[in-house]
């Protein structure tokens, strides 16, 4: 599957389009979910992965909470922004998930997945890939996610406030509390700030190549007269 966004248009007219584009979540309360299992969650991580990395709309079978699911969209958004903004195209896109920990608690049972991708961009003459270790939280009692956190990702870090996520992600099985999710609002606030970021970066990446052609091209010799 090839994912291509425009980028000749106005930004703000940009980011509408990219916005409206990105994955769209299903909410728990818009379909029949099966209900919690392993073999669902494994089938919804590698979904979720696909509508982050290519803005596809795959439907959940779990039931996740508000904050999970805003969580969810905003990292899609984010994601198809960075795409766009530096013309990332993937072709091939394969991914996975499979258990490698479970952590039984009083009213949660915490999951640590791993996440592993393969795709290829475009133009490049070899295969990329990544492997991500993923917290999940499920309420035992009516089998909704509550909690979800992707290690050394820099979205999750910014909604979690963190720069250290592999000790982050070690520190949240290992607590009594049953998520670190922040609340829908925060969550949006820090979106707007982490766009903020993301756009400010670009602008100042493509100040420093303008300055590099203008300094490359002032060194040009000049041509005999």
């Known amino acids: 599957m090839k994912i291509k966004r425009k980028t000749a248009l106005p930004l703000l007219v940009a980011l509408l389009i990219i916005f409206s584009q990105c994955a769209v979540f299903v909410s728990a309360d818009d379909v029949k979910h099966t209900g919690f299992s392993k073999e669902n969650l494994q089938e919804d991580l590698a979904n979720i992965y696909r509508n982050i990395e290519l803005g596809e709309n795959n439907e959940l079978k779990c039931k996740y909470s508000e904050d999970v699911m805003t969580y969810l969209e905003n990292k899609a958004m984010t994601s198809g922004l960075v795409n766009d903004l530096y013309d990332i ?27 592993e991708a393969t795709f290829r961009y475009v133009g490049a003459s070899e295969d990329s890939g990544y492997a991500a270790e993923v917290m999940v939280a499920v309420n035992k009692d009516n089998g909704e996610i509550v909690d979800i956190f992707e290690s050394m990702n820099a979205f999750d870090e910014a909604i979690r406030d963190t720069t250290d996520s592999t000790q982050y992600i070690r520190k949240m099985v290992s607590s009594d509390a049953d998520t670190t999710m922040p609340d829908k609002s925060s969550i949006l606030e820090t979106t707007d700030k982490y766009v903020s970021d993301v756009l400010k970066q670009k602008r100042k990446n493509d100040v420093n190549i303008d300055d590099v052609k203008e300094t490359t091209s002032s060194a040009q010799p000049r041509a005999a007269t």
């Open 89 to 115: 195209e993937m072709l091939d896109f394969d991914v996975n998930a499979r258990e490698i920990e479970e952590d039984d608690e009083t009213t949660v049972t915490k999951f640590i997945y791993c996440v």
